[in-house]
């Protein structure tokens, strides 16, 4: 009898032994499986070191080639807008041959200088300051001879300012391409001058 009870019990603490064991292998599958998130969080890393290198292509612009790029932008602009008003609003023929050539011409650069910008990662200005819209709209409200006069001064002044402009950066920008496209553009500014002067002496 004795010998049966010790059976018994000796069979019911193996059954309870097994059991433990079960429970500790499932607590160890557990824990391998707490692993895995932890490397796919590393892996995410990488999309942002992508980034960083992305951004590190863009073109490196000194504060002359951006001075330049900016005031370039903003003048081009003008011109074609005020020479849109000389091809209505002025009565000499010649003032009228003279704001068509600064629509096309300058049509034409601010194009090359958006090309420009584009390729170097560059944002433009794209529109007019407080000082250049003035002069715009000053000049709105003129018309006839008085226009022609007012239209061929400022555009004497300007252009002798652009040329001082483009030369500068032809000689102190750093961005090569920007170099060129002054360089490329001084001639056109220099007839342009030529032109405004006679326009000038024709309307005085």
């Not at 059991?19 to 499932?26: I, L």
């Not at 903003?74 to 009565?91: D, H, P």
């Not at 629509?103 to 584009?118: F, I, P, R, Y």
């Not at 000082?131 to 002044?157: A, H, I, N, P």
Request: one cysteine or more.
């Amino acid at each position: 009898m004795r010998n049966s009870i010790l059976t018994v019990f000796a069979a019911t603490m193996l059954m309870v032994g097994c059991k433990k064991n079960e429970s500790t292998a499932g607590y160890q599958s557990t824990d391998t499986q707490t692993v895995s998130p932890a490397v796919t969080d590393k892996d995410s890393i990488k999309p942002a070191d992508s980034a960083a290198t992305n951004t590190a292509t863009t073109v490196s612009l000194s504060e002359q080639d951006k001075k330049f790029a900016d005031a370039a932008a903003k003048g081009g602009i003008m011109e074609v807008m005020m020479g849109q008003l000389a091809e209505t609003n002025a009565s000499n023929p010649a003032v009228k041959a003279l704001g068509q050539m600064m629509v096309k011409d300058h049509t034409k650069a601010n194009d090359e200088l958006k090309q420009w910008a584009s390729k170097a990662g560059y944002t433009l200005p794209s529109g007019l300051d407080a000082d250049k819209q003035k002069k715009y709209d000053e000049l709105k409200t003129k018309k006839g001879t008085e226009f022609d006069r007012k239209y061929t001064e400022l555009m004497v002044d300007d252009h002798k300012k652009d040329i001082e402009e483009f030369k500068k950066q032809s000689a102190d920008g750093t961005e090569t391409s920007l170099k060129s496209f002054a360089s490329n553009t001084l001639p056109t500014l220099e007839h342009h001058l030529k032109e405004s002067e006679k326009a000038k002496a024709a309307v005085k």
